[in-house]
């Protein structure tokens, strides 16, 4: 299976993840940031853990693109902020785009389902509204227009389970150890999903 880990500069949490499953399976896997530049090396603190378990550090940052996506079979980001920015950009992808742990720990994913049409409603609603108005609507009566979507949002985002993964970006090194083991724990279980689905 080809597996693409995905966080912001691709320098810290999905290089991590990249190592570990690299290491532990057979998979096929990159990873990739939503603001990465390309080329950046590791950061420091993601150097040393990976050095610390005698994983893999030769790496190098890489902006994620259409063709990576188009790449994997299984595309997985370290928030619910990545997965939101993925499945925005790339919606013919929205099936294969999950957190890493929500991809893992299987819950019910009626919440999201809900929270995805919330979007949509507010976006036609806004449409709509700037259409019939000729675009004369100041962004305080908009809001006041769009109200209702808004609070169905904000509930629903309030409902949804803390699916990310926190970013030791720029933290010490007990920062990036706890990151590691986060990390080390989905990807246990990720494997172990995996294998089960193949049986």
């Not at 993601?46 to 063709?67: G, M, Y």
């Not at 819950?107 to 709509?128: C, F, G, H, M, P």
Request: glycine share 4%.
């Amino acid at each position: 299976m080809n597996i693409l880990f995905v966080c912001t500069g691709n320098t810290c949490r999905s290089p991590m993840a990249k190592a570990l499953l690299k290491e532990k399976s057979d998979h096929n896997v990159k990873s990739a940031g939503i603001s990465a530049r390309n080329g950046d090396p590791l950061s420091t603190g993601a150097i040393h853990v990976l050095s610390d378990h005698s994983l893999d550090t030769q790496d190098e940052a890489k902006l994620v693109d259409n063709e990576l996506v188009s790449w994997a079979d299984l595309v997985l980001t370290m928030t619910t902020q990545h997965k939101q920015i993925l499945t925005i950009k790339f919606p013919k992808a929205f099936e294969k785009i999950f957190t890493l742990k929500e991809y893992t720990i299987d819950e019910d994913q009626s919440t999201w389902e809900q929270l995805k049409q919330a979007y949509l409603n507010l976006e036609e609603k806004r449409v709509i509204v700037l259409e019939e108005t000729g675009q004369q609507q100041t962004e305080q009566q908009l809001r006041a227009f769009l109200r209702e979507e808004q609070d169905e949002i904000e509930r629903l985002e309030a409902e949804m389970p803390n699916y990310d993964i926190k970013d030791p970006f720029g933290g010490d090194k007990t920062a990036y150890q706890e990151t590691f083991k986060e990390i080390e724990k989905y990807i246990e279980l990720l494997i172990e999903k995996l294998e089960n689905r193949d049986k």
